[in-house]
């Protein structure tokens, strides 16, 4: 070899970390806001990815993803919201309900926003119509607030004896005010009582159950929230310790030992973010995208807790549900 063809040959190799290191720095970022943590949230980021790969974007490949975690702590969601932003990502992508939404929204008006929200969004001031969202919002319906009355309903089938439910909730999520008084009307409505409890700590929640049992509840109905979400082993272990019939709103915690479960898909949310992630980054505006509606509703049944429990599902329920876990 030439020591001309040499010298262009190494001058060549030097140019690829250079390339590599541009088309890295080309590659469009996406911002993913969440208030809960990592590990507990692993299959909903598997799912967002699902999405995104759907829509021709495989992370490291075609898009970069910048993940920003509250970890529980719902006061740190409008400065996360903030840094996403001023990293200019090219779309924010927001889990956890209105917490983030709103925090998102508030932190700017020009970067197209993909959340999910257990709420009515028009309502909620985050879009202007399901179909037509205008602004830099959609999203996905999720379905939390308004499945409350189902799902007391079916404890009441469990536990046709009981007469006073008791309602978990996380004083700190958004819409908890809401979703009291949703679970009050619909306790009235199938001639119950509920009582409501306050938790946003791992000491709160044990402190909860002990209440909840004093009081005398004979059911439970575990409300959204995301930090709970990320407490379902624990949540579930002390409903079995203190031997509470509990219906919670996720999949999640039926399958890590809890006894029903009630609610649309999460994972199913986070893919269609992740889809929607991806047709933005492809140049479709988010105004133009209407918000998801999550049609599906899965009602899971844990066999194994019933018995522990003591309890006896009753038929009717067992016929219509969409998985029972033995």
Partial sequence: MKRREFIALLGGAAAWPLTAHAQQAAMPVVGFLNTGLAGPNAHLVAGFRRGLQEAGFVEGR????????????????????ADLVRRQVAVIVTGGGETTAAAA???TATIPIVFNTGSDPVKLGLVASLARPGGNMTGVNIFTTEL??????????????????AVLLNPNFTPAEVNARESEVAARTIGKEVTIFNASSDAEIETAFAKIVQAGSGALLVGA???FNSRRGLIVALAARHAVPAIYEWREFAEAGGL???????????????????????GEKAADLPVVQLSKFELIINLNTAKAL????????LAIADEVIE
């Fill in 62 to 81: 075609d898009a970069a993803v910048e993940y920003r975690w509250a970890e529980g702590q719902y006061e740190r969601v409008p400065a996360l919201a």
């Fill in 148 to 165: 409350v009355e189902k799902r007391l309903g079916l404890l009441r089938d469990l536990v046709p004896a009981t007469t006073r439910i």
């Fill in 105 to 107: 929204k508030a932190a």
């Fill in 225 to 227: 929230d995301p930090f």
């Fill in 260 to 282: 029903i479960s009630y609610g649309t898909s999460l994972v199913e949310a986070y893919r269609q973010q992740g889809i929607y992630a991806g047709r933005i980054l492809k």
């Fill in 310 to 317: 003591g309890l006896t599902i009753p038929p009717g329920i």
